[in-house]
C-alpha cells in the first residue's frame, strides 16, 4: 500500500502564496506519475500539475501556468507545489496523486486551500 500525506493548504489573501507538501510512504515503484489535482465546490477534480511517469516532464493545467511551480525531493519521498499568485477560483482540495505504471491509483487525503479576494 501507499500512504500519501498532504499538508500546507490554508487561507490566503488574493495574491498571496503557499506552499503543499504531499509525503509518499509505503510500497515504491519504479514508474509512476505523481502529482497534484484539485476539487472546488461543485466541480469535478481537475488536474493541475504533475511529472510524467518518466519523472522527465511536468504538465500544468492552463490555468495554473506561470503561477504554480511542482517540484520534488526524491531523499525524501515528496513532491511539492508552490503557489503564487493566488486567485479566488484556486480556491479547492489539493490532492496529491500517485499513479504506477501497471495499475494501482493513490490519493492523499487532500488539503483545503481557500484564497480570499
Known amino acids: 500500500q501507499v500512504q500519501l500525506v498532504e499538508s500546507g493548504g490554508g487561507l490566503v489573501q488574493a495574491g498571496g502564496s503557499l506552499r503543499l507538501s504531499c509525503v509518499a510512504s509505503?510500497?515504491?515503484?519504479?514508474?509512476?506519475?505523481m502529482g497534484w489535482y484539485r476539487q472546488a465546490p461543485g466541480k469535478e477534480r481537475e488536474l493541475v500539475a504533475r511529472y510524467s511517469r518518466s519523472g522527465g516532464s511536468t504538465y500544468y493545467a492552463d490555468g495554473v501556468k506561470g503561477r504554480f511551480t511542482i517540484s520534488r525531493d526524491n531523499a525524501k519521498n515528496t513532491i511539492y507545489l508552490q503557489m503564487n499568485s493566488l486567485k479566488p477560483e484556486d480556491t479547492a482540495i489539493y490532492y496529491c496523486?500517485?499513479?504506477?505504471?501497471?495499475?494501482?491509483?493513490?490519493w492523499g487525503q487532500g488539503t483545503q486551500v481557500t484564497v480570499s479576494s
Open positions: 496523486n500517485l499513479d504506477p505504471l501497471g495499475g494501482g491509483n493513490y
Open positions: 509505503g510500497r515504491t515503484f519504479r514508474n509512476y506519475a
